[in-house]
């Protein structure tokens, strides 16, 4: 069984054993995760793979290499789901370990549209010249794609994205 997104991947994961039972297989199949990030995913020896890098690898070099850099104050804007939460989880560890102040942290309605993301972000704390200008980065976690805000936000701060994120053109 091939699957994407960590929230899907969990609910499969977990009813696999009962729903092998219910349909009469001797061995569960396999699970392959192509995008799932999320460090709760009930990975089973020769039973799940996962084909992607983990948020707590991906979020401990994110960190890493800000530090490498000297930025010491970070900002975390994910999707409000299971990948952007647990995202902003590891980052926050891996931040702290390292030292880092976390500023604040938004999350968006995956399910929002572009448009209404970028309004939202626009109008967050993050792009606020008072309380935004403390920030040295802002941490993105999101599925879905706002190119015009994070443009917009890029030109003082510098943005870390997971290794989730895509952008559209």
């Keep these: 069984i091939v699957c994407a997104y960590s929230d899907v991947c969990k609910q ?39 084909f992607h890098p983990r948020n707590q690898e991906d979020t401990a070099s994110l960190a890493n290499h800000a530090f490498e850099h000297e930025l010491k104050t970070i900002s975390i804007l994910a999707s409000d789901d299971i990948y952007g939460r647990d995202a902003a989880q590891a980052l926050t560890q891996a931040w702290e370990d390292f030292g880092g102040e976390l500023v604040h942290s938004i999350y968006l309605d995956p399910q929002m549209t572009e448009e209404v993301s970028n309004d939202h ?45 895509q952008q559209e053109n």
């Design 121 to 165: 972000i626009l109008e967050s704390e993050l792009a606020d010249t008072d309380t935004g200008n403390e920030v040295d980065a802002i941490f993105v976690a999101l599925y879905q794609p706002a190119n015009k805000a994070l443009a917009q936000l890029s030109q003082n701060k510098k943005l870390l994205f997971s290794a989730n994120y």
């Design 12 to 50: 499969v994961g977990e009813n696999m054993p009962r729903l092998s039972e219910e349909i009469g297989l001797e061995i569960s199949p396999i699970i392959i995760a192509t995008l799932s990030s999320a460090m709760d995913l009930p990975l089973a020896k020769n039973r799940f793979y996962r």
